[in-house]
């Protein structure tokens, strides 16, 4: 038996239990772990109120880093005693032990501990096919990226600075305002404090932004086109604040002939060459000390509801882990 967070019906925090599950043996192209660390991210909520759908009962997770235990048959890239982590996934992380498809989990590089894996992985993975996939920057761009205090913008903040872009981030707070420079942001605005778009017009000396990265959905949505140049790409990749609805296609034209993708990561990631290769781009620059996981915060795996809470209130900063 192994430890389980389950939910049974869609909801707030309090939906979320502790309970018993059966793992079986791993079936043909699956491997089996015994997981160490598991990844707290935003999409968490969205498939816990609902907002995302699932069938239920069903348990929540996408993220999480351990020990291969197990291998079932035509998996060829992994073995017993494999330390390892995955950041796309079937529903199931937040649990002690799990069978996953083998396409989708990755060795750990050494030096690259349990904990910094599980608080990395989707929200590095992310941040690699923004930046290297759905608009692929090229080192002398200034840009847009909202919520750059969170877990994925931290890695973001860092991933631009070693490409040598500019990244001008959003924060709610000057406490976030520091955070995000202090890895790496060029600019900072404080959104509860400034205009947005002016202040982007102002940095930009008028030229604006060829992309924005737009993780907070609805409350972002006509601020982040104001804040781009003609023709520039609106890149909407989450729904913090809601997601993003009734648009009217005119308003790309009026605002300068715009261009808008929403993406997710299981697009870029769904075979096992493009997941060893994404996961390959970011562990280079964790290995090399140019991405610092910053882990703000750690639960126990039994105090999910807890956890849930403070990434709903916006009281996080950087990546939080549940320890199993």
Request: proline share 4%; aromatic share 6%; charged share 20%.
């Amino acid at each position: 038996m192994s430890k389980a967070i389950r939910i049974e019906q869609h909801g707030g925090p309090e939906v979320l239990r502790l309970v018993d599950v059966d793992v079986p043996a791993p079936g043909p192209g699956e491997v089996r772990i015994r997981q160490h660390a598991v990844g707290l991210n935003f999409i968490d909520i969205y498939f816990r109120t609902g907002l995302y759908p699932a069938r239920l009962p069903a348990v929540l997770g996408f993220e999480a880093a351990g020990v291969v235990d197990a291998v079932g048959a035509q998996v060829r890239h992994l073995k017993v005693g494999d330390r390892v982590a995955y950041g796309q996934s079937p529903l199931g992380a937040y649990a002690e032990v799990r069978n996953m498809p083998a396409f989708q989990v990755v060795r750990i590089p050494d030096g690259v501990g349990f904990d910094q894996a599980a608080a990395i992985m989707l929200k590095g993975l992310t941040v690699q096919y923004l930046f290297r996939q759905t608009y692929r920057l090229q080192g002398n761009e200034t840009i847009l990226f909202h919520a750059a205090a969170g877990g994925v913008g931290l890695i973001a903040c860092q991933w631009a600075k070693a490409l040598g872009v500019k990244l001008i981030g959003t924060v709610s707070s000057p406490e976030k305002a520091a955070l995000a420079k202090a890895n790496g942001a060029w600019r900072v605005i404080d959104y509860s404090r400034e205009n947005v778009a002016e202040r982007v017009l102002e940095l930009t000396k008028g030229k604006k932004v060829p992309v924005v990265y737009d993780g907070v959905g609805k409350d972002t949505w006509e601020t982040s086109l104001d804040c781009l140049q003609q023709r520039g790409l609106m890149v909407s990749f989450g729904n913090a604040s809601g997601a993003v609805t009734g648009v009217n296609l005119g308003i790309l034209a009026q605002k300068g002939s715009l261009f808008v993708t929403r993406p997710t990561v299981a697009h870029h990631v769904d075979t096992l060459e493009k997941m060893q290769a994404a996961a390959a781009d970011l562990f280079e620059l964790v290995v090399a000390g140019k991405i610092k996981p910053r882990i703000e915060q750690r639960f126990r795996l039994e105090d999910i509801a807890q956890a849930h809470e403070s990434l709903a209130a916006r009281k996080t900063t950087g990546s939080t882990v549940l320890e199993v």
